[in-house]
């Protein structure tokens, strides 16, 4: 199994829409995981922080399935500006030295 | 409040010859890194240094040198330039487990 894999997208889907995306992790140690957004040609920004069973940021919510060793983003009320690409992030050591990259998933929200 | 400046942003360069990515950040972080990204491919870490003076490899640190002689800046060096060295390049600080990056580097290499 890769260290972190995403469902690599695009993801369609109308204004409004709710949506998810999962990925998966291979290190059962980790203890924290991160999404990042990224816009096309753009650099990685910090959208969210997973540290327990999960975490909510307005119409975004990230889950964590330790057991099955997944964690999800959900984006509900879908808007155009969210039309980008979503990173998942996770340490390969406890001291976020060296953080472990996914490929990332598409998602264009069209009107 | 600039956070992390990255130049040059774009940068063409002919097989062998040699550069240098500057990186620099008014945040005061210690740590800082670089990272490389391809198509079909998660962000890769070059290096990374967590003090002035102190760095270390990341997970692909072959044909690149770095140095870290402030807490502000965190160059990159290409040593030989390789076709296989085309990407785009991004810089990082970090406080904490947040990362703030650069605006990038496009580098092609011919």
């Known amino acids: 199994r890769k260290e972190v894999e995403q469902d690599p997208g695009p993801f369609n889907v109308p204004e409004g829409a709710t949506v998810a995306f999962n990925c998966t992790y291979s290190n059962s140690a980790s203890q924290s995981f991160f999404w990042y957004r990224q816009d096309c040609r753009k650099e990685p920004k910090l959208l969210m922080s997973v540290y327990s069973s999960g975490n909510e940021d307005g119409r975004f919510t990230a889950q964590l399935n330790r057991a099955s060793q997944y964690i999800s983003l959900l984006i509900r009320d879908s808007k155009l500006s969210d039309s980008a690409t979503y990173l998942c992030?996770?340490?390969?050591?406890?001291?976020?030295?060296?953080?472990?990259f996914g490929t990332g998933t598409r998602l264009l929200v069209s009107p | 409040n600039a956070g992390v400046t990255q130049t040059p942003k774009f940068q063409v360069l002919k097989t062998g010859q040699s550069m240098t990515l500057q990186c620099a950040q008014d945040m005061n972080h210690e740590y800082m890194s670089w990272y490389r990204q391809d198509p079909g491919m998660g962000l890769r870490l070059i290096h990374y240094s967590v003090g002035a003076g102190i760095t270390d490899q990341g997970e692909v640190p072959n044909g690149y040198n770095v140095s870290r002689s402030t807490t502000e800046d965190f160059p990159l060096r290409l040593l030989s330039a390789a076709p296989s060295q085309t990407s785009v390049y991004f810089c990082?600080?970090?406080?904490?487990?947040?990362?703030?990056f650069g605006s990038g580097t496009q580098l092609s290499v011919l």
């Open positions: 990082a600080s970090s406080d904490s487990e947040k990362l703030f």
């Open positions: 992030v996770v340490p390969r050591n406890p001291g976020f030295q060296k953080l472990v």
